[in-house]
T-cell receptor, first 117, second 115 residues
Framework: AQSVTQLGSHVSVSEGALVLLRCNYSSSVPPYLFWYVQYPNQGLQLLLKYTSAATLVKGINGFEAEFKKSETSFHLTKPSAHMSDAAEYFC???????????????FGKGTHLIIQP | EPEVTQTPSHQVTQMGQEVILRCVPI?????FYWYRQILGQKVEFLVS????????KSEIFDDQFSVERPDGSNFTLKIRSTKLEDSAMYFC?????????????FGAGTRLSVL
């Protein structure tokens, strides 16, 4: 069984400041981990993924995340926030041993990122 | 860029009525999914579908729910007799066969309101 915890339902940062969105996971098997972003009235868009290769993963729009097994974390960061980063961010986990690759994702509750001018 | 399309964007129905939510996955994708998000809660997996059959379903996906791929392009979710607690945003997703698990492409969602 897997679960995801995202600390902070809302995070507010100033434009140009560091963005840090926290995600902790629980998984009985080595996980695959993902960050998705949702802009208003749009679907979920994949930002980046960890699939047991490099622990530091770079994604789109300048975001990156680091897999830390000892901390069971996969926090999302961006060095300098932009107004266009305002959105809902979801962390998700998937089991690596699922048969057939047709398993579903387990999501966190999401973090609403607010960018202040 | 190819995208997953969901219709309608908002569906209002009376309790006890049947609803069908429609999705057009990306054309060369072979795995299909439905998720839901109750307001203020997390996105929850409902069901996955491959090769014309359900691959996996969650405990939420009870006998009131069914999925179908009636033709080569549509993927539908039917709720037989809606309850108030079925009010949620429903997301469809699809992915290519092969590749890495989890690269699912999501639609914009259908907001279902049960009155």
């Amino acid at each position: 069984a897997q679960s995801v915890t995202q600390l902070g339902s809302h995070v507010s940062v100033s434009e140009g400041a560091l963005v840090l969105l926290r995600c902790n996971y629980s998984s009985s098997v080595p996980p695959y981990l993902f960050w998705y972003v949702q802009y208003p009235n749009q679907g979920l868009q994949l930002l980046l993924k960890y699939t047991s290769a490099a622990t530091l993963v770079k994604g789109i729009n300048g975001f990156e995340a680091e897999f830390k097994k000892s901390e069971t974390s996969f926090h999302l960061t961006k060095p300098s926030a932009h107004m266009s980063d305002a959105a809902e961010y979801f962390c998700a986990v998937s089991a690596t041993n699922s048969g057939g690759g047709a398993d579903g994702l387990t999501f966190g509750k999401g973090t609403h990122l607010i960018i202040q001018p | 860029e190819p995208e997953v399309t969901q219709t309608p964007s908002h569906q209002v129905t009376q309790m006890g009525q049947e609803v069908i939510l429609r999705c057009v996955p990306i054309s060369n994708h072979l795995y299909f999914y439905w998720y839901r998000q109750i307001l203020g809660q997390k996105v929850e997996f409902l069901v996955s579908f491959y090769n014309n059959e359900i691959s996996e379903k969650s405990e939420i996906f009870d006998d009131q729910f069914s999925v179908e791929r009636p033709d080569g392009s549509n993927f539908t979710l039917k709720i037989r007799s809606t309850k108030l607690e079925d009010s949620a945003m429903y997301f469809c997703a699809s992915r290519l066969a092969g590749g890495l698990v989890g690269i699912q492409y999501f639609g914009a969602g259908t907001r279902l309101s049960v009155l």
